[in-house]
């Protein structure tokens, strides 16, 4: 890994007792990004949560198909579009 370019760290930074890595294994683990407990409990990350959404914008657009002008989505506005 190439260090960084150092022009654009302000002077007043000082790195000498940083640790590298300190968080790399947290970070490796992913993120559930802001859900709450009891969502993460069903999606513990990114993909199994794309995958929900990805079902969901299915169910929605079969139900379009069937009821054209149904307003799925707040204030009928539609946010999923195929």
């Not at 960084?4 to 302000?10: A, C, F, L, W």
């Not at 999606?43 to 009821?67: C, G, Y």
């Amino acid at each position: 890994m190439n260090p960084p370019d150092t022009e654009d760290i302000r002077s007043e930074y000082d790195f000498s007792n940083g640790i590298r890595g300190k968080h790399i294994e947290r970070l490796a683990e992913g993120s559930n990004g802001h859900a709450g407990k009891d969502v993460a409990e069903f999606f513990p990350d990114s993909e199994s949560v794309n995958e929900a959404l990805r079902a969901l914008a299915a169910i929605i657009r079969s139900q379009q198909t069937k009821h054209p002008g149904a307003g799925i989505g707040l204030s009928g506005n539609n946010p999923v579009r195929s």
